[in-house]
T-cell receptor, first 114, second 115 residues
Framework: DADVTQTPRNRITKTGKRIMLECSQT?????MYWYRQDPGLGLRLIYY???????NKGEISDGYSVSRQAQAKFSLSLESAIPNQTALYFC?????????????FGPGTRLTVL | DQQVKQNSPSLSVQEGRISILNCDYT??????FLWYKKYPAEGPTFLIS?????DKNEDGRFTVFLNKSAKHLSLHIVPSQPGDSAVYFCAASFFSSGSARQLTFGSGTQLTVLP
């Protein structure tokens, strides 16, 4: 079944460590997104990409970087993790054919920075 | 400044009754609104949407109402079922030149349907 997958599902790391979260999709969608969810704040957009050569900053990109390795893969990196980056991270996809409105989400990665 | 607000963090209703979840927005440019449902340990899943040219959209037990003058939308679930217990996110979208569409999410409402 076409899907959005995220690895790892859970990760505990220490302050200052570099960490990468990966997202893969088999939906054939051209657009991919990274969000973080914090209690009481909903989902906030970190970065988004409309194709392999197009990367854009979202609302809260500071401290994060991304790489679109292929149409199906979009990874999020924390170059030097800090405790306030502890959150639930979601990858999402959408299709230009659907006007990019509806987004399809992965299961999430729970990241804890000690 | 939150452009999409869900002021009720939680809501409890009895099985079989109506659940009403509310959402307010401030940006007049929003022209498309969506509701997502999220179960624990899963990603949000799309539930229902409405364009700003409509004031109501219905899909089975779920109906979304849009009041543009009040910048308010609501999700009605009738009848509510225990399986509807989840966090519900309201999201809004508009088309911005050069960057296509993005979604702005509310903070979510935890719905609990009591058997």
């Amino acid at each position: 079944d076409a899907d959005v997958t995220q690895t790892p599902r859970n990760r505990i790391t220490k302050t200052g460590k570099r960490i990468m979260l990966e997202c893969s999709q088999t939906k054939g969608h051209d657009r991919m997104y990274w969000y973080r969810q914090d209690p009481g704040l909903g989902l906030r957009l970190i970065y988004y990409s409309f194709d392999v050569k197009d990367i854009n900053k979202g609302e809260i990109s500071d401290g994060y970087s991304v790489s679109r390795q292929a149409q199906a893969k979009f990874s999020l990196s924390l170059e030097s993790a800090i405790p306030n980056q502890t959150a639930l991270y979601f990858c999402a996809t959408s299709s230009k054919r659907l006007w990019g409105i509806e987004q399809f989400f992965g299961p999430g990665t729970r990241l804890t920075v000690l | 400044d939150q452009q999409v607000k869900q002021n009720s963090p939680s809501l409890s209703v009895q099985e079989g009754r109506i659940s009403i979840l509310n959402c307010d927005y401030t940006n007049s440019m929003f022209d498309y609104f969506l509701w997502y449902k999220k179960y624990p340990a899963e990603g949000p899943t799309f539930l229902i949407s409405i364009s700003s040219i409509k004031d109501k959209n219905e899909d089975g037990r779920f109906t979304v109402f849009l009041n543009k003058s009040a910048k308010h939308l609501s999700l009605h679930i009738v009848p509510s079922q225990p399986g509807d217990s989840a966090v519900y996110f309201c999201a809004a979208s508009f088309f911005s030149s050069g960057s296509a569409r993005q979604l702005t999410f509310g903070s979510g409402t935890q719905l609990t349907v009591l058997p």
